[in-house]
């Protein structure tokens, strides 16, 4: 006869191994799904509607290349990040307040798994893009949420602004 102890645990640790990881979701992602996917900084692009393309190089001194950015509200930019570095790096787009937030938990957390439309994890000598949607007037920013790397300064600015 199983103990009801017994079961408890057994139902704790499927339902921990079951949960999807941070950043995770378990439905597909469809383009439909993507463009309803609305934030504070904007929302996934269509990449069929690019109006510009940005390199941004990020490097083991733990710095992005460029790391201020202007952008006209409405546009959809290709993001093209190329790690030239020997670690591996991430692309995290966010307010600050989230890159912080987010900072914190990759802290406790660093094998944490992430797939959001708004960040690439990028290994060393690779290239990995994102394309986003700017919808709002605002001050957002870019970081790598590897522990360390925000904190040694690897975060960059981006102005958002009508035409």
Not at 52 to 70: W, Y
């Amino acid at each position: 006869m199983i103990s009801k102890q017994w079961l408890i645990t057994l139902l704790a640790a499927t339902a921990w191994a079951c949960a999807p990881a941070h950043g995770q979701s378990t439905a597909p992602k469809t383009a439909a799904a993507s463009s309803a996917e609305e934030t504070a900084f904007g929302r996934p692009g269509d990449p069929k509607q690019v109006t510009r393309t940005i390199a941004v190089d990020m490097k083991d001194t733990m710095r992005f290349t460029p790391d201020k950015l202007a952008i006209h509200r409405g546009d959809t930019i290709r993001f093209v990040i190329k790690n030239t570095g020997k670690a591996k790096h991430e692309f995290v787009l966010g307010s600050m307040a989230e890159l912080k937030s987010h900072s914190e938990q990759m802290k406790k957390h660093p094998g944490m798994a992430h797939d959001e439309p708004y960040m690439v994890h990028v290994s060393p000598g690779k290239t990995g893009t994102v394309v986003w949607q700017f919808t709002r007037d605002g001050e957002f920013h870019f970081g790598c949420l590897l522990p360390g790397h925000f904190e040694a300064g690897m975060v960059g600015n981006i102005k958002v602004t009508k035409r």
